[in-house]
């Protein structure tokens, strides 16, 4: 069994800054991607950034330059530094990763968070 669990949302005023953070746990094999997403009222979930095993970052074009993603393989982490946090940030934000299972270390698996909120506004 592998749990994501997020922690790190909450409310902040434009410009402000959130650190999200999101560990795997359980009988894990190895991790491959890792990324966020995101969900806003009314909208469909959208990829914010991924990070490899490897440490290859990619983002979408709306938070390049304000979000870093990072990761710390060594406690199965993924972190979401986003700052000069924007209105249109406001969403329910996801912890996602491909994880292969001791049970089944030739295959991976898609596992996801629970989400977090995380709310922008004055």
């Known amino acids: 069994q592998v749990q994501l669990v997020e922690s790190g949302g909450g409310l902040v005023q434009p410009g402000g800054s959130l650190r999200l953070s999101c560990a795997a746990s359980g009988s894990i094999f190895s991790i491959n991607a890792m990324g966020w997403y995101r969900q806003a009222p009314g909208k469909q979930r959208e990829s914010v950034a991924t990070?490899?095993?490897?440490?290859?970052?990619n983002y979408v074009d709306s938070v390049k330059g304000r979000f870093t993603i990072s990761r710390d393989n060594a406690k199965n982490t993924v972190y979401l530094q986003m700052n000069s946090l924007k209105p249109e940030d406001t969403a329910v934000y996801y912890c996602n990763a491909r994880i292969a299972t001791v049970r089944s270390p030739l295959r991976e698996y898609e596992y996801w968070g629970q989400g977090t909120q995380v709310t922008v506004s004055s």
């Open positions: 990070i490899t095993s490897g440490g290859t970052t």
